[in-house]
Nanobody, 120 residues
């Protein structure tokens, strides 16, 4: 399985970005049952889980992003999305997607992630 995140960039505070994650080399019967999540890692900090989505859709969010971020998924295309609004400087991080609520050994190999920088 390959995880390819994209859509990051430089945005001013208050701006928006939409991240996409393509799960490649996985058949839908492997992808669909999994709870998927978006994670982020800021410089000098540990990776944190910011949003999750089950199938059928049921979502959770970290308190720091609740009301600003929206996670979604497209099972047919094996993709996961993260709509990020009202971005703040402390949202600056590399964002990754992967399975959620599983042990470290059950995670897929991490992709390179996509850099989000919020700065004026």
């Amino acid at each position: 399985v390959q995880l390819q995140a994209s859509g990051g960039g430089l945005v001013q505070p208050g701006g928006s970005l939409r991240l996409s994650c393509k799960v490649s080399r996985a058949i839908t019967s492997v992808f669909n049952p999994n709870v998927m999540g978006w994670y982020r890692q800021a410089p000098g900090k540990e990776r944190e889980l910011v949003a999750t989505i089950r199938s059928p859709p049921d979502t959770t969010y970290a308190d720091s992003v609740k009301g600003r971020f929206t996670i979604s998924r497209d099972n047919a295309r094996k993709m996961v999305f993260l709509q990020m609004n009202s971005l703040r400087p402390d949202d600056t991080a590399v964002y990754y997607c992967n399975k959620a609520f599983v042990s470290d050994s059950a995670l897929w190999r991490w992709g390179q992630g996509t850099q989000v920088t919020v700065s004026s």
